[in-house]
């Protein structure tokens, strides 16, 4: 497939933003700015992000771009005419907080996770749940050095997803699982965007760098959208280089 034919018939570029086109949780930098700005006169852009829609309008500086956060629950537009960001769409689902909290117990005692600081569950308004397995209290060196390469989620995850079938689980943060009701991932949120706006899966790209298992670009990856994986935000003009004409 040549990259001419690739780049005529694409009509939006779809991104991940920690990792991708930012370091993780930093604001977007002037190189990358840059290479919006010129795909940006050629396609239509949007952000497809794990946290929540004020984060990512932050980070992104007020850079004029719809955004698609929390997993896909929120949905934020950039009105061109008022120059300003409106919230679209933002979706709660109330949450069984005993059924979780039991099973969280039971995730505990399996693998060892009795002692934990503050609490055992973290839950958001939107219905998406953290489980840290330290707690939400705990000193944030040792989380940070609890699993680095995500190893020691990764040996459980198959369990945790078992656990949680109502649920898409993710291995989030430095040392906690995140959880999404279903049906809400970032594929289901890309395909609903897409087919409100007429585009077909063929017409879009998709840039990530969370793609393995647990992480939150999977449900993407593992889709029928064309997926350019990135591995270091530094590098998003070389991976889209076939689009920056
Ligand atoms: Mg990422």
Redesign the pocket.
Known sequence: MGGEKVGKRIQMIAF?????ITQHKCPLGEENKKVLDRLAKLYRLLIVGAGSGSRIFRQMGGYPIDILANYGMQEWEYCQERGEMEVVRNISVRCDRESVDRRMDQLRRQFGYMNYAGESVEYHPSGCVTLPLLGTEADSREKLSFDPDRSRRRAIYPYVKELFLDYTVYVGGSSSFDLAPRPYSKYYALDRYCEERGLSHDQVVYV???YGPGG??ESIYRSDFTFYTIDDYRQLGTVLNEFLR
């Open positions: 991940d933003m920690d990792g991708t990530g760098d969370d939150n670009d």
